[in-house]
Nanobody
Framework: QVQLVESGGDSVQAGGSLRLSCTASGFTGSGYCLGWFLQVPGKEREGVARICTGGDDYILYADVVKGRFTISLDNTKEYPKATLYLQMDGLKPEDTAMYYC???????????????????WGQGTQVTVSS
């Protein structure tokens, strides 16, 4: 069973930076996709960024975070565990949300940032950006 644990959320001022981490375990194969999603109260969960094993060609960002956020994956040091990161720079108040890590162990990369393609979810970590 895939398990995901997020960390790194905090309260920061606009223009600041944060790095979120997600420890992923339980993969039975080497091919999978991992993504970051955000949700604010009363709204649908939205995709932020995604990475799949197989190289940088499988990195995808939502338009609102392009150039400010960077997703990366470390799946070599503690194989078969993996750590997913989201470096968040130039934070804005509208980035305030609960951020979730999600996994698709089937590596269906064509699912993009659609939350429905992801089968396992973490508990979330809160990011609050003040102006």
């Amino acid at each position: 069973q895939v398990q995901l644990v997020e960390s790194g959320g905090d309260s920061v001022q606009a223009g600041g930076s944060l790095r979120l981490s997600c420890t992923a375990s339980g993969f039975t194969g080497s091919g999978y996709c991992l993504g970051w999603f955000l949700q604010v109260p009363g709204k649908e969960r939205e995709g932020v960024a995604r990475i799949c094993t197989g190289g940088d060609d499988y990195i995808l960002y939502a338009d609102v975070v392009k150039g400010r956020f960077t997703i990366s994956l470390d799946n070599t040091k503690e194989y078969p565990k993996a750590t997913l990161y989201l470096q968040m720079d130039g934070l804005k108040p509208e980035d305030t949300a609960m951020y979730y890590c999600a996994a698709d162990p089937r590596r269906k990369w064509w699912g993009g940032l659609a939350p429905s393609w992801y089968t396992h979810w973490g508990q979330g970590t809160q990011v609050t950006v003040s102006s």
